[in-house]
């Protein structure tokens, strides 16, 4: 039932379609990939799955056997329409479990029918960690997740602080999620293949901290968009002035003379509550 390399190359020529970096097209060709992917998300029987660019439908043809439903998410008119199609001909017993919504995941308030649990996706590299942020603000019944994106962006996502790779994805991740690395996968997986390497990032859902999402939101972007300036230097903007910095690191009990990078999300929302 999987697509294999030369099912994937016949649908893409039906198609006429060819994969474009714009839309971070890279398409797996391998059923074993697949069948990690949905092993190491630990979907079940009552999961309502959300994923977001299925493309030709290699993830969507591995978890659909899996779980109670799939909502795909998908930008491309044209492979929007063709995925039912492939599911028809391929799993036609499971044609029923899937729902396709032809929309940019960054602009997405929602999905129909009823609440997701799981979001598993193979993310186009150029908007993975906005995408992934946009569903889990907007969709919060998400529980739990896995996402192959760029190795790169894996590293930050799942990164604690004083790490090298720490910032503002590994921040704003965390104030929705408990996320860590789980594997990689190698380029020769996709056609067309990348030119680097993708990490896969696991992710559960957790209370966020006690303030507000959005004024903690501008704190983590003040702090990191001088990242190599003090605290008391990079926040003068936000709070007013250097001195006004400083007051308020240190009714939140943070050394003004830190950086941004040795915060975890709840110094940031403390911080934010100040």
Wanted: aromatic residues 4%; glycine residues 8%; without cysteine.
């Amino acid at each position: 039932m999987l697509l294999t390399a030369p099912d994937v190359r016949r649908l893409a020529a039906q198609l006429d379609l060819r994969p474009t970096k714009q839309l971070g097209q890279n398409f797996v060709i391998d059923p074993n990939t697949v069948r990690r992917l949905v092993r190491t998300a630990g979907v079940g029987v009552d999961d309502v799955v959300v994923e977001v660019g299925p493309g030709l439908g290699s993830l969507t043809l591995g978890l659909l056997p899996e779980v109670k439903r799939v909502v795909a998410v998908e930008i491309d008119v044209a492979l929007g329409r063709q995925l039912p199609l492939t599911v028809a001909d391929r799993a036609p017993e499971l044609a029923g479990r899937l729902e396709v919504v032809l929309q940019d995941a960054l602009l997405l308030e929602g999905v129909p029918g009823p609440p997701p649990t799981a979001f598993v996706a193979n993310l186009p590299y150029n908007v993975a960690v906005p995408v992934l942020l946009r569903l889990l603000e907007k969709l919060p019944s998400l529980e739990r997740g896995l996402v192959m994106v760029q190795a790169e962006v894996a590293d930050r996502l799942a990164a604690s602080p004083g790490s090298k790779t720490y910032g503002v994805p590994s921040v704003k991740a965390a104030w929705y999620a408990e996320v860590s690395k789980a594997g990689t996968i190698g380029r020769n997986v996709f056609w067309p293949a990348p030119n680097v390497d993708s990490g896969l990032v696991a992710f559960t859902r957790r209370e966020p901290p006690g303030a507000d999402r959005v004024a903690t939101f501008a704190v983590i972007d003040a702090a990191f968009a001088q990242r190599r300036k003090t605290l008391r230097a990079a926040l003068a903007g936000w709070a007013g002035s250097p001195a006004a910095a400083e007051e308020r690191l240190r009714a939140a009990g943070i050394d003004p003379s830190a950086r941004g990078e040795v915060l975890a999300v709840e110094d940031f929302a403390r911080l934010a509550s100040t």
